[in-house]
């Protein structure tokens, strides 16, 4: 038989070992307190293929100081871009060509270069803007062609015009600047997304005119810098506008910016193109970002924290790839027009 004294030790024990047992019932996670893990937000982004590397490397590095944003970009090109976005199938968009539409706020993202990229045994090719014109027009079918041989002498075989086979802001961009260089092609052709190419075969994507290129001797097409740069291949240096012959480069793209600057600062939508400055690259242009001018939600707040974290870090992140970062000036009108865009919780 148990002793008093014992049993009332037992009985305060078991007592205690309620009690501990009791607050800490209360205090799990299975006493139905909220949990404290991050919700995943999922942001559906697409369009130009014109700043997929870019947008890949903001990406990465905004998703180790954000984990648990994951933000999906699709490199489907500005004209597929635009009309997911119409159709409410992604949550924002990325698009080469000024979009001018009521319903979003489209802010510049950072600044580059359509380059002329080609397949030919040769380490320098000059062309004019009357040659590049009369070359996509189908006009010089060969690379001995005289008024060629005269600036590039040795050249021989036919031409292969390599151009985009889906709509395309690169293609908005280039056949702006041939639009602008050349009568017949603006009165026969113009400028767009789309055009009915006169010459040439197609290619999907910046990736797929660049690998075309890569793997047909005697082809000439056009292509965001950084995919000539990325694929091995070289490009064309190409008279401006002030006559003297020019390579695309940091240098050649920001004096084209810096010409425009003040008709950026008016509409940072201005075209680059055909800059009169000495230095300048001739086929300059910014890419852009679209966004619905209302956002709902944790999506909503994730594309706007991400999209100010870019502005802010992000553009450190676009000389390593063959961008240029966007001018001081311009930076702050796109924080403007972020802080525009309506959020709703």
Not at 98 to 122: F, H, K, Q, W
Not at 255 to 277: H, T
Request: proline fraction near 6%; hydrophobic fraction near 45%; charged fraction near 20%.
């Amino acid at each position: 038989m148990m002793r008093p004294g014992i049993s009332k030790v037992v009985a305060g024990v078991i007592v205690l070992v309620v009690v501990v047992a009791l607050v800490l019932l209360m205090f799990s996670p299975i006493s139905g307190s909220k949990q404290t893990t991050p919700k995943v937000v999922r942001v559906k982004w697409a369009g130009a293929s014109f700043p997929y590397p870019l947008y890949l490397t903001w990406i990465k590095e905004y998703s180790k100081i954000n984990p648990n944003v994951i933000i999906d970009y699709q490199s489907v090109g500005s004209g597929a871009g635009i009309r997911l976005l119409n159709e409410s199938s992604i949550d924002f968009a990325a698009s080469d060509m000024p979009l001018y539409d009521e319903r979003y706020v489209v802010i510049p993202s950072v600044t580059g270069a359509v380059v002329l990229a080609y397949n030919l045994p040769c380490d320098e090719l000059k062309l004019t803007p009357d040659i590049i014109a009369d070359i996509f027009l189908g006009k010089i079918k060969r690379w001995d062609d005289p008024r060629i041989a005269k600036l590039n002498p040795g050249l021989s075989g036919d031409i292969t015009v390599v151009h985009r086979s889906d709509g395309s802001g690169t293609t908005y961009i280039f056949t702006s600047y041939l639009s602008i260089i050349s009568e017949e092609w603006n009165k026969t052709v113009g400028r767009g997304l789309v055009v009915q190419w006169p010459v040439g075969i197609g290619g999907k994507g910046n990736e797929g005119v660049a690998a075309t290129i890569k793997q047909t001797p005697g082809s000439i097409g056009y292509v965001e810098y950084t995919y000539a740069v990325q694929a091995g291949i070289k490009s064309a240096i190409i008279r401006n506008k002030a006559g003297n012959f020019v390579k695309a480069n940091e240098t050649t793209v920001k004096a084209a910016v810096a010409s425009f600057l003040e008709k950026l600062k008016a509409d940072p939508r201005a075209p680059m193109l055909n800059s009169a400055d000495a230095k300048a690259y001739p086929i300059v242009s910014n890419t852009y970002i679209v966004i619905p001018k209302k956002l709902k939600g944790d999506t909503g707040k994730a594309i706007l924290d991400f999209l100010k974290w870019a502005l802010k870090y992000g553009q450190a992140y676009a000389t390593p790839l063959g961008y240029v970062p966007l001018p001081n000036e311009v930076v702050e009108i796109d924080e403007r027009l972020l802080e525009g865009i309506e959020w709703i919780p």
